[in-house]
């Protein structure tokens, strides 16, 4: 899963908890790539446990049903309605860092995050959905991430809006990098792509 903010660059400067580097992409690319926003749900309404509660009985039922026609058509809209369940986010609640809470109620639901994750199909089924205990570690963390080694979210410079670095100092380190890079990039994209970086300084102060 790959998660972004649809956010304009005046709203950037009350949402650096996550940094203060980034990539702006376009929204014609977030399309394309098929990123989804995702279901914002408050902990006083029922319908993250009602999704939860049915999907349970769903899959109850499934392991009742013997091999046949019946199954091969039940599982593929079993997965189907689970797929929804990658898109749910608490509306507020904790956030996390480093092993502590910033925030106590912090609200998710300003961010208005966008969602990446790949098709339900292109690993087991067993493997869509992992409990936290079982990536507590960095080894349990590597196993995983082999499992979508073959799965990418690639994107081109033409996809690129903004470059998002913290102060002025950065910007030459940026653009000295954009020029080595493995040689990938033309100087015309370098040229292109310099006068896309914008500091959050910048925001902060001007926007």
């Not at 790959?2 to 949402?15: I, M, P």
């Not at 339900?120 to 080894?139: G, Q």
């Not at 994209?189 to 310099?194: A, G, K, R, Y």
């Amino acid at each position: 899963m790959v998660s972004f903010c649809d956010l304009n660059l005046s709203e950037l400067k009350d949402f650096t908890s996550y940094g203060s580097f980034g990539i702006g992409l376009t929204k014609e690319w977030a399309n394309r790539k098929k990123l989804n926003p995702v279901f914002y749900l408050n902990d006083n309404c029922n319908l993250g446990s009602d999704i939860i509660t049915g999907l349970s009985a769903f899959a109850h039922q499934i392991g009742r049903v013997e091999e046949g026609d019946i199954l091969e058509h039940l599982i593929p809209s079993y997965h189907k309605i689970l797929n929804i369940y990658r898109y749910l986010k608490n509306y507020e609640g904790e956030l996390w860092r480093y092993g502590k809470i910033e925030d106590p109620n912090y609200r998710f639901a300003d961010e208005r995050e966008w969602r990446f994750v790949p098709e339900i199909d292109a690993l087991p089924i067993e493997h869509c959905f992992v409990p936290i205990n079982r990536i507590s570690t960095t080894t349990q963390k590597n196993a995983y991430n082999k499992l979508v080694a073959h799965i990418s979210l690639e994107f081109e410079p033409d996809d690129i809006k903004y470059l998002l670095v913290e102060k002025e100092d950065d910007i030459i380190k940026l653009i000295n990098h954009l020029k080595k890079v493995k040689g990938k990039f033309s100087p015309d994209t370098v040229s292109v792509l310099s006068s896309r970086i914008i500091t959050i300084d910048q925001i902060k102060n001007d926007v």
